[in-house]
């Protein structure tokens, strides 16, 4: 098995893609690309072979002669190619569409507008300094996160669905990161501060955290 995944290491998206290869417990090389030096590693010419929409994640199984770009299609990629580990999403069909429809709430809703490429648009369009980018990063997380919490209501356990870690908590936990770095309050979402709490406790996403990167900084 020859697996790689081109990331960096305060990526949302890589985030979650590092602790689902740590929950199916599968080797990987991991490739840093700087999303910030000279300019961003993104947009070298190599980089862009394997990926032209120049953002991370990339992931690449060489043993199956495949690239994949965006997060959840590699996470379920993972799910169905490999036995190991954890099972990602649940067997069920409509619990599967359940846990689905919460990740896309965090992945496709929320993270994209506080993305690295999106503030510094609003810096260059707009000559946003840092700390409004900040208020802009702010309202965007306690917007997601506030309805996330009320779908939690019904659905939580010790993880987002009951007492097994899914998909929609791999998403959950870089979100949480994401809105503590710009300062969210995360103790006004009880149900997520107690699931994010509980999925560190569980090695995959203790190795899989930003610090425990080699290009942290």
């Given at each position: 098995?020859?697996?790689?995944?081109?990331?960096?290491?305060r990526s949302s998206a890589s985030y979650r893609v590092r602790i689902a290869l740590n929950l199916k417990q599968l080797d990987y090389d991991y490739v840093p690309v700087h999303l910030v030096k000279d300019g961003g590693e993104q947009h070298l010419t190599s980089?862009?072979?394997?990926?032209?929409a120049e953002l991370v994640p990339t992931f690449v199984d060489e043993d199956e002669d495949v690239i994949l770009n965006q997060s959840l299609a590699i996470i379920e990629y993972l799910h169905e190619r490999y036995d190991s580990g954890e099972e990602l999403l649940p067997e069920h069909r409509?619990?599967?569409?359940?846990?689905?429809a919460l990740s896309y709430d965090l992945a496709c809703d929320v993270q994209p507008l506080v993305n690295?490429?999106?503030l510094?648009?609003?810096?260059?369009?707009?000559?946003?300094?840092d700390e409004h980018k900040a208020a802009w990063a702010r309202n965007w997380n306690q917007r997601g996160l506030s309805a996330v919490e009320k779908r939690l209501q019904t659905t939580a356990g010790k993880y987002c669905f009951g007492f097994d870690v899914s998909l929609a908590d791999?998403?959950?936990?870089?979100?949480?990161?994401n809105a503590m770095r710009f300062k969210v309050d995360i103790s006004a979402y009880p149900l997520i501060e107690k699931i994010y709490h509980n999925c560190l406790e569980l090695d995959a996403f203790e190795r899989a955290r930003p610090e425990n990167q080699p290009d942290a900084q």
């Open positions: 098995m020859s697996l790689k995944l081109y990331g960096y290491w980089y862009q072979q394997l990926n032209p409509l619990d599967r569409a359940r846990v689905r690295l490429r999106v510094q648009q609003i810096s260059a369009d707009f000559n946003a300094d791999i998403c959950l936990v870089p979100q949480v990161y």
